[in-house]
C-alpha cells in the first residue's frame, strides 16, 4: 500500500514534537505532505519555529512548515509555557532552526492542498487547538471530502479536565473551533486524556529512549525530563503521558488502541464547564455518534514501536 497522506496541525510542545518526529521516521506508512501551525502550548511564533527545529532534528528540512491562525476564534489565546517551558520546547539544547518557513498561510495551505486532492485521501492530525482546521472548513467547506478522516488529541470523559476542572487543554483554548470540526461531518478519532494518561514515559522507557544513542533518543530523553515534572506532581503518576504521539501511532498502527463510536458536543456557552467535550460514553442519549473515543492503549506496543522508529532517525 502507498503511504498515507497526512498533514500535521500543531503547536510544538514536546509531545507534539514526539509525533512529529515518530511520522517523520515512518516514510513507508506515512507521506507528512506538510507541518501547519498554530498557536497553543505556546504563541505561534515559537510553535511555527519549534516545527522547523524538529524537522531539522529528524534530518528532515525539506518538510514545508506553515504558520497559520495566531489567536483563538473568539477567546483570549491561553498558553502553556507552564507545562512545556517558555519555549515549548525546554529541555534538549537544540539549534534555531535554518530552513524557512513557508510564505504561505497555514489555512490556506489546508484549504488548496484539499481542493486539489482526491476524495477522502488526505489524513488530518491535529495535535494542538483546532483553529487552523475549523477556519479552513468555515472558508471552503468542500473541502471535507478530501478528508479520510481526523485523528486529534484532545478532550477527555473519564480524565475529566486538565486545564479546568472538565476541559482539556486543546479543546478548551478554542471550543468554538472544536464544535466546528466535530459538527463536519467527517470521520473523527479523538485520542483523548483518557487514552493518553495510560501512555506513560515510566524510567525504564525514557532510558530505552536515551540508550537509542543518536541525537533524536537523547533528545526526546530530555524532553520528557523536563515536562515529567508537570504530571508527577499533578497526577502522582510514574512519568510524562505522551498525549500528541498516540495520533501517529494511531495512524500507523490502529489496533494499538481501542474506543467507542459515540456523539461527542463541546461545551461553548457556560464559562464553567468551557471547552467541555461531552461524551456520550454510555450512549444515554439519541445524538447520533460523531467520532471515535479512545479510551485504551497497548502501552507496551505503542512504546515499542516509538523506540524502533526513532532509531530509525
Same mark, same amino acid.
Given at each position: 500500500?502507498?503511504?498515507?497522506?497526512?498533514?500535521?496541525?500543531?503547536?510544538?510542545?514536546?509531545?507534539?514534537?514526539?509525533?512529529?518526529?515518530?511520522?517523520?521516521?515512518?516514510?513507508?506508512?506515512?507521506?507528512?505532505?506538510?507541518?501547519?501551525?498554530?498557536?497553543? *502550548?505556546?504563541?505561534? /511564533?515559537?510553535?511555527?519555529?519549534?516545527?522547523?527545529?524538529?524537522?531539522?532534528?529528524?534530518?528532515?528540512?525539506?518538510?514545508?512548515?506553515?504558520?497559520?491562525?495566531?489567536?483563538? %476564534?473568539?477567546?483570549?489565546?491561553?498558553?502553556? /509555557?507552564?507545562?512545556?517551558? /517558555?519555549?515549548?520546547? *525546554?529541555?534538549?539544547?537544540?539549534?534555531?532552526?535554518?530552513?524557512?518557513?513557508?510564505?504561505?498561510?497555514?489555512?490556506?495551505?489546508?484549504?488548496?492542498?484539499?481542493?486539489?486532492?482526491?476524495?477522502?485521501?488526505?489524513?488530518?492530525?491535529?495535535?494542538?487547538?483546532?483553529?487552523?482546521?475549523?477556519?479552513?472548513?468555515?472558508?471552503?467547506?468542500?473541502?471535507?471530502?478530501?478528508?479520510?478522516?481526523?485523528?486529534?488529541?484532545?478532550?477527555?470523559?473519564? /480524565?475529566?479536565? *486538565?486545564?479546568?476542572?472538565?476541559?482539556?487543554?486543546?479543546?478548551?483554548?478554542?471550543?468554538?473551533?472544536?464544535?466546528?470540526?466535530?459538527?463536519?461531518?467527517?470521520?473523527?478519532?479523538?485520542?483523548?486524556?483518557?487514552?493518553?494518561?495510560?501512555?506513560?514515559?515510566?524510567?525504564?522507557? *525514557?532510558?530505552?529512549?536515551?540508550?537509542?544513542?543518536?541525537?533524536?533518543?537523547?533528545?526526546? #530523553?530530555?524532553?520528557?525530563?523536563?515536562? @515529567?515534572?508537570?504530571?508527577?506532581?499533578?497526577?502522582?503518576? @510514574?512519568?510524562?503521558?505522551?498525549?500528541?504521539?498516540?495520533?501517529?501511532?494511531?495512524?500507523?498502527?490502529?489496533?494499538?488502541?481501542?474506543?467507542?463510536?459515540?456523539?461527542?458536543?463541546?461545551?461553548?456557552?457556560?464559562?464553567?464547564?468551557?471547552?467541555?467535550?461531552?461524551?456520550?460514553?454510555?450512549?444515554?442519549?439519541?445524538?447520533? #455518534?460523531?467520532?471515535?473515543?479512545?479510551?485504551?492503549?497497548?502501552?507496551?506496543?505503542?512504546?515499542? %514501536?516509538?523506540?524502533?522508529?526513532? #532509531?530509525? %532517525?
Amino acid at each position: 500500500m502507498s503511504p498515507r497522506k497526512i498533514i500535521i496541525d500543531t503547536d510544538p510542545g514536546q509531545d507534539d514534537a514526539v509525533a512529529i518526529l515518530l511520522a517523520l521516521a515512518s516514510p513507508d506508512e506515512i507521506e507528512v505532505l506538510g507541518i501547519t501551525c498554530v498557536a497553543g *502550548n505556546v504563541p505561534l /511564533e515559537l510553535t511555527s519555529k519549534n516545527a522547523r527545529i524538529v524537522c531539522e532534528l529528524a534530518g528532515h528540512p525539506e518538510v514545508k512548515v506553515y504558520a497559520g491562525c495566531d489567536r483563538p %476564534l473568539g477567546r483570549d489565546l491561553v498558553t502553556a /509555557e507552564h507545562v512545556h517551558g /517558555e519555549t515549548g520546547l *525546554n529541555g534538549p539544547v537544540l539549534p534555531d532552526p535554518v530552513m524557512p518557513l513557508q510564505d504561505q498561510h497555514a489555512v490556506d495551505y489546508i484549504i488548496e492542498t484539499l481542493r486539489a486532492a482526491a476524495p477522502k485521501s488526505v489524513t488530518l492530525c491535529p495535535l494542538g487547538p483546532l483553529t487552523n482546521i475549523a477556519t479552513a472548513l468555515q472558508r471552503a467547506p468542500e473541502i471535507a471530502d478530501a478528508v479520510q478522516e481526523i485523528v486529534l488529541m484532545g478532550g477527555a470523559y473519564f /480524565e475529566v479536565g *486538565n486545564i479546568t476542572p472538565t476541559a482539556e487543554f486543546n479543546i478548551y483554548v478554542d471550543p468554538q473551533a472544536a464544535d466546528i470540526v466535530f459538527k463536519s461531518g467527517i470521520p473523527i478519532v479523538v485520542m483523548s486524556l483518557d487514552v493518553t494518561h495510560k501512555a506513560l514515559v515510566t524510567a525504564p522507557r *525514557n532510558a530505552a529512549f536515551r540508550n537509542i544513542g543518536n541525537a533524536v533518543g537523547i533528545a526526546v #530523553a530530555e524532553m520528557t525530563d523536563f515536562f @515529567e515534572r508537570f504530571d508527577k506532581e499533578k497526577y502522582s503518576s @510514574e512519568g510524562a503521558p505522551l498525549h500528541d504521539p498516540c495520533v501517529t501511532a494511531y495512524v500507523l498502527n490502529p489496533d494499538l488502541f481501542a474506543g467507542r463510536h459515540i456523539n461527542v458536543e463541546i461545551e461553548t456557552q457556560s464559562e464553567l464547564t468551557m471547552g467541555m467535550t461531552v461524551a456520550d460514553w454510555w450512549r444515554v442519549t439519541d445524538r447520533p #455518534a460523531n467520532a471515535l473515543f479512545i479510551q485504551d492503549i497497548d502501552a507496551d506496543g505503542f512504546f515499542a %514501536l516509538l523506540t524502533e522508529r526513532l #532509531a530509525r %532517525l
